[in-house]
C-alpha cells in the first residue's frame, strides 16, 4: 500500500506544479516522463490494484503472462489509448517480454498525457525468473 501511495503523491505533485505554475505542457511532450521498476514492484502495485498493462502479441501473451494483465499490443497501443483514459492520472505498469516493447508503450502513454506510468524492467523474461505467479496457455 505504501508504494501506491508514494506513486499517486508522486503525480499529484506533478500536476499540482504544472497547474500552480500556470503552464501546461502539451499532450506531446519533447521529453516524456515516466519510470522504470522491477518486476517485485511490478507485482505489489498489480496487487494494490494498479493496471497491468502487457503490451507483447496475443500469441506471446496466451503462451505466458501475469494474473490479471491486460493485454493491448504495442502495435495496437496508439490507436487504443482511448480505452485506457480512465487511468490517465492513475498509476499503469507496463510489461512486455524483455522490457523493451514497455518501454516504448510507456513513452508513448507519458507523451499522451499519462502521469503515472512505469515501465517494468526485464518483463515477463524477469517475472518468470523470479518466480512470481503466470498463467500459461490461456488468453
Not at 511490478?42 to 500469441?59: F, I, M, N, S, T
Not at 499519462?114 to 490461456?138: C, D, H, R, S
Request: with cysteine.
Amino acid at each position: 500500500m505504501r508504494l501506491l501511495q508514494n506513486i499517486l503523491l508522486r503525480g499529484a505533485i506533478a500536476v499540482a506544479i504544472s497547474t500552480a505554475s500556470g503552464t501546461h505542457l502539451p499532450v506531446y511532450a519533447a521529453e516524456p516522463a515516466f519510470a522504470t521498476i522491477d518486476v517485485q514492484q511490478g507485482r505489489a502495485l498489480k496487487e494494490q490494484g494498479v493496471l497491468l498493462l502487457d503490451v507483447r502479441e496475443p500469441a506471446e501473451y496466451e503462451e505466458v503472462h501475469a494474473p490479471g494483465s491486460t493485454l493491448v499490443p504495442l502495435s495496437e497501443l496508439p490507436s487504443r489509448l482511448q480505452e485506457l483514459r480512465s487511468h490517465l492520472l492513475k498509476p499503469v505498469a507496463v510489461i512486455c517480454r524483455s522490457g523493451r516493447r514497455s518501454a516504448r508503450a510507456a513513452e508513448i502513454m507519458a507523451r499522451a498525457g499519462f502521469t503515472n506510468v512505469y515501465n517494468v524492467q526485464g518483463g515477463m523474461n524477469a517475472w518468470e525468473a523470479a518466480n512470481l505467479p503466470v498463467i500459461k496457455g490461456v488468453r
